[in-house]
């Protein structure tokens, strides 16, 4: 089969030939329709990632079709599926085991034309959805569903502000958070961004390379914000208990711009604010997450679609973070 493999952080990817994989008991081997790239992914191809290993086949979203099934997988031979990058979570829906891993490291990924799982990680793909719409759901998805429902536990009404909103996390946190009836806000780098944002429903948004930033958004939500998703951190996150409504909670699952800052804290514990991390999510926020998306018929936001023989282009475009949503191969 063929497949986008690393070879090194020196060398660019290369499509060649490897050898399909066989399924075992309880395990399936999907026909890979499409993948999704994810910032991990990026890193990876950079040395910078905990765990690598040479040679790889990357990704952790995909959608296709079972082709083959081992001993007590038959059921879902020839059906349409996602597959749900988080395995082995563990015991405690509150946090993962040492066992933890996502598809795409250490084992071999999506973005081939193959992709060898365990059955309990399939799940049906969303009849409204394309299989490249299909692909771009699992890892950020979860993310996202996780942060404001299992974590943040956002209502009708709340005031959601999402802090850098062209991810593909970003665009589902804004599509979730919508329909769960929040009104939202947005910060990004770009004013293309930030409108590309209010056409999809966010109230308003500002840039947050301005220094008044803090000041506007609070302008634009008439106050305080009852839940922020940040995927960033660095020196703007001293900002965010400011920002906050009393009760607040601020959730985060990166830190691509730096550690968190020097805070003042007395605004955290007068007004009871949540700092929370998380990432990722449980077979169960997966589940509830596809739900979420079938009841309200969401479409994931997919920025453009590569070929395979395009994928250096593809990361290229993650790496210049120039893109608003999910960027795609298709197998």
Avoid at 146 to 170: E, M, P, Q, S
Avoid at 185 to 193: A, H, I, L, M, Q
Wanted: glycine share 12%; net charge neutral.
């Amino acid at each position: 089969m063929k497949a986008v493999v690393l070879e090194s952080a020196e060398n660019p990817l290369v499509i060649k030939d490897v050898a399909k994989p066989t399924p075992g008991a309880g395990e399936v081997l999907v026909q890979v329709k499409a993948a999704a790239l994810n910032r991990r992914d990026w890193w990876i191809t950079q040395g910078k990632y905990a765990g690598i290993k040479y040679p790889t086949i990357l990704g952790a979203d995909g959608a296709g079709v079972v082709s083959d099934a081992g001993d007590g997988a038959e059921e879902w031979l020839g059906k349409e599926v996602i597959i749900n990058p988080s395995h082995n979570w563990g015991e405690h829906a509150e946090f993962q085991s040492k066992e933890f891993k996502i598809l795409g490291l250490p084992d071999d990924g999506t973005m081939a034309e193959y992709v060898l799982v365990k059955a309990e990680y399939l799940f049906p793909k969303p009849l409204h959805l394309t299989f490249e719409q299909a692909s771009a759901l699992p890892l950020a998805g979860l993310t996202s569903y996780r942060a404001l429902f299992t974590k943040a536990h956002i209502k009708k009404g709340d005031k959601v502000l999402i802090v850098g909103v062209g991810a593909g996390t970003g665009t589902f946190l804004l599509r979730f958070a919508l329909a769960a009836g929040a009104k939202v806000f947005v910060t990004s780098g770009t004013g293309e961004k930030i409108e590309q944002a209010r056409q999809l429903g966010a109230c308003a948004g500002v840039n947050y390379k301005a220094q008044d930033w803090a000041q506007e958004l609070k302008h634009f939500a008439g106050g305080g914000f009852d839940v922020i998703v940040d995927s960033a951190l660095g020196p703007d996150f001293a900002r965010m208990p400011d920002l906050c409504n009393p009760g607040g909670r601020i959730v985060f699952f990166g830190g691509t711009a730096g550690n968190i800052p020097e805070l003042n804290a007395r605004p955290i514990f007068w007004k009871q604010l949540q700092i929370i991390g998380t990432t990722m999510g449980t077979q169960q926020d997966f589940e509830a997450m596809l739900d979420f998306v079938n009841l309200h018929k969401i479409v994931p936001v997919v920025d453009e679609v590569y070929p395979l023989a395009d994928a250096q282009k593809a990361f290229d475009k993650m790496g210049a973070a120039t893109q608003f949503g999910k960027i795609v191969i298709k197998i």
